[in-house]
């Protein structure tokens, strides 16, 4: 079985589970090297409230098979950071797989890395990828070539499942589900905005603006920051 080598971007404000769905189901590709890389081995705070360890700094990995960046709060900040920028290029301008969870996709749009690729994105936000030169579909996994973007937040662990059927093949990717009984049975059928209804979008936008009012000025300052104009 060959070897994986996987960076996983590890940000302040990162929404955990974009982060550690997937990493549980790469971690079982096998005969994997699994990073967490931040810019310091410093605990990063994320937006649950609690902190990760990152296990690598950008000076650590400067090359991975997979290159994955989940989303979050922080994004924005994110794409703000020369030296975060300047390691997502690095690494993903060879990575055999370049891929993103949630609002991960914008911060891979805003280096660069998804111009001319289709992507997909967390619902709120996916409107923006066009903002970076990809171009949105609505779906839960967007494979476009090496580029693999998921949807919201669990949308990770589809994705992953996803890529290790392309990396080690269906029988593998199975087992992993099969060992991660990831067999989904929600309580409530209101986990798209085409099932949730009028109030429960308005509940949410209302906790969005609360969180992060300033989310839509800020990307659009970041693309033009970085030179974007699309």
């Known amino acids: 079985m060959s070897p994986v080598s996987i960076a996983f971007l590890l940000f302040p404000g990162v929404t955990q589970l974009d982060l550690t769905g997937p990493a549980q189901v ?111 579909v609505k779906a839960r996994t967007v494979f476009d070539r090496n580029r693999v973007t998921g949807g919201g937040v669990t949308a990770g662990i589809d994705f992953a499942l996803a890529l290790t059927s392309e990396i080690r093949g269906e029988a593998h990717a199975r087992l992993v589900q099969l060992s991660l009984e990831y067999d989904p049975a929600p309580p409530f059928d209101s986990g798209s905005p085409e099932k949730a209804g009028k109030a429960l979008l308005a509940t949410y936008a209302e906790r969005m603006a609360r969180l992060a009012p300033n989310r ?14 699309g």
């Not at 997979?66 to 922080?74: E, F, H, T």
């Open 216 to 229: 839509e000025v800020e990307l659009k300052e970041a693309a033009a920051h970085l030179g974007f104009t």
């Open 26 to 136: 790469l971690s079982r590709l096998g005969n994997v090297k699994l990073d967490l890389v931040w810019k310091s081995r410093e605990p990063v705070m994320t937006d649950a409230g609690f902190a990760i360890m990152p296990t690598a700094t950008f000076t650590d990995i400067a090359t991975a098979d997979i290159l994955c960046v989940p989303g979050g709060i922080g994004v924005t900040d994110v794409m703000m950071d020369d030296a975060a920028m300047i390691w997502l290029r690095q690494v993903g301008k060879d990575a055999k797989w370049v891929t993103s969870v949630c609002t991960g996709s914008l911060i891979l749009g805003a280096a660069g890395l998804l111009k001319g690729y289709k992507a997909t994105s967390h619902w709120a936000w996916h409107h923006q990828l066009a903002l970076f030169g990809a171009e949105p």
